[in-house]
């Protein structure tokens, strides 16, 4: 169904001068003639977009902005007038307008804002749809190393009990400890961060506890400190290894005692304080070297969970590509892709040393760079970094069951072809062009069939076909729903 506008002008013309225009554009539109009308017609019935004016006699168009942003935050506003400022642009943009358009409206520049606002809305919705279908604790995976995260985040989190997070970094640490947060009686609390690493050694304790004016050179004012940030909610001390001794015992002193003071204070402050800490460093080893102390250790350390490196939960690649895929394309304003069981080989049989972090951002360049609709494996080879092991391309299928998604965990290297030809396809001398077409059409659609569950809506909407196109397809290949890969 077309987009629904609601123009909002208070003379007349205006309005059936910008409704024919729009409409021959291929819009609906519904005209409101004040601001009043407006905020009836939006809170009666649904629109998909409001182009106002900004100066109209009962109320003008920043006062029915607020109004619509409160009544609609996610509801794209295009502002427009006669006698617009670079302060009256502003304003309205720090009101939640999507644009802003000086009259007489240049016809192509309407219809580029308005198609911009539209496909923003809908990639935000999305992004949104994404988030909520990322699975429990907003992450991803359904192997065992993430059901045993899982069973231990569901455990801890209605807990009290402080909580250690290990693992290499990119890892997602950070996101588990969001997790124990948000599942647990502090989750109305704040949720407040800091990693220990980042911050000079001499400033620390005043990021932690906060410091009184003229405690030190630049001390300007009163700041209150992550520990009072935080009060009746979750601390979250990343690389809390990179802690120096000093503040250790400090820190132990707070943990033992649930008070402090700020630096260059006298008054003693108690805090309500959850403290969850993550490293990548081993905290036995620092101890054993003196560089941890061993009573802060059994402090942090009531529950601990790992959190392992991506080579060790490849089985959790395929919906990770797959989930990063589809959030970079909403993201970007690009049309969804699919990947190919080779692309899929290849990316599977990488090591990722930066772990869900690096693949996240390889997916997201993938994403903006491939011209596809299906990501091959040359795109592939090219997106990931030179020097790691590749899987050999695995020979071409002809009907039958089609090569598994995910690649071995431990891949052969191959050297990328010095020819024009770097995905190793074969020429098949039994086939005419039509049969091999049909054939890499059948194995496409096979697998984003099995990739969606044989929803054809969603396979058809991941290929950019029209449903009834994509059945007649499906018809023509001899498919049926049901003889996908599981």
């Not at 009836?40 to 607020?66: C, E, I, N, Q």
């Not at 670079?86 to 999507?98: E, H, P, S």
């Not at 630049?218 to 001794?245: C, N, Q, W, Y």
């Amino acid at each position: 169904m077309p987009a629904a506008v609601l123009i909002v002008d208070d003379e007349k013309n205006i309005l059936l001068t910008l409704s024919q225009s729009l409409q021959l554009a291929g819009y609906r539109t519904e005209l409101a003639s004040s601001g009043q009308v407006a905020l009836d017609v939006v809170s009666a019935r649904p629109v998909d977009a409001v182009l106002m004016d900004v100066k109209m006699p009962d109320m003008d168009g920043l006062t029915v902005l607020a109004k619509l942003t409160a009544l609609k935050p996610d509801l794209p506003v295009i502002m427009m007038s006669g006698h617009g400022t670079i302060d009256t642009a502003v304003k309205a943009t720090q009101l939640g307008a999507r644009d802003f358009l000086e009259k007489p409206l240049a016809r192509d520049r309407l219809l580029v804002a308005l198609r911009n606002a539209l496909k923003h809305q809908a990639a935000m919705e999305e992004l949104e749809e994404l988030r909520a279908q990322l699975g429990r604790f907003d992450m991803v995976g359904g192997g065992p190393a993430m059901q045993r995260i899982f069973s231990l985040i569901q455990r801890a989190a209605p807990s009290e009990g402080r909580v250690l997070i290990t693992g290499e970094n990119g890892t997602g640490k950070e996101l588990i400890a969001r997790a124990l947060h948000q599942n647990s009686k502090r989750k109305g609390g704040p949720f407040v961060k800091l990693n220990c690493a980042a911050v000079p050694h001499d400033l620390i304790e005043s990021e932690l506890f906060g410091h009184e004016k003229g405690a030190f050179t630049g001390a300007v004012s009163v700041r209150r400190g992550k520990f009072e940030l935080a009060h009746e909610g979750t601390l979250f001390l990343d690389e809390i290894g990179d802690m120096p001794a000093a503040m250790q015992s400090k820190l132990l002193r707070v943990l033992q005692e649930g008070e402090l003071e700020r630096v260059g204070g006298a008054e003693t402050l108690k805090v309500d304080v959850r403290v969850i800490a993550a490293t990548n460093n081993n905290l036995e080893k620092e101890i054993a070297a003196g560089r941890f102390r061993e009573d802060l250790y059994y402090r942090i350390n009531v529950v601990q969970i790992h959190s392992p490196p991506l080579r060790e939960r490849r089985e959790d690649l395929p919906d990770l590509i797959d989930t990063f895929l589809r959030e970079a394309c909403a993201k970007n304003g690009r049309r969804p892709l699919a990947l190919s069981p080779d692309a899929l080989a290849v990316m599977s049989a990488y090591d990722y040393p930066g772990n869900v972090r690096e693949l996240r951002n390889l997916v997201e360049r993938l994403a903006i760079l491939c011209e596809g609709p299906v990501v091959s494996r040359t795109d592939a080879l090219e997106l990931l970094p030179r020097g790691r092991p590749l899987p050999p391309m695995p020979e071409p299928t002809v009907g039958g069951d089609a090569p598994p998604l995910a690649a071995p965990a431990q891949a052969a290297p191959a050297a990328e072809p010095a020819t024009a030809n770097p995905g190793g396809w074969k020429p098949r001398v039994d086939q005419t062009f039509r049969e091999q077409v049909e054939d890499a059409e059948r194995e496409i659609i096979q697998r984003v069939l099995a990739h969606t569950h044989d929803n054809v809506t969603e396979a058809a909407r991941i290929l950019d076909l029209e449903r009834g196109h994509f059945y007649k397809k499906m018809k023509a290949l001899g498919l049926r729903r049901g003889q996908s890969d599981s």
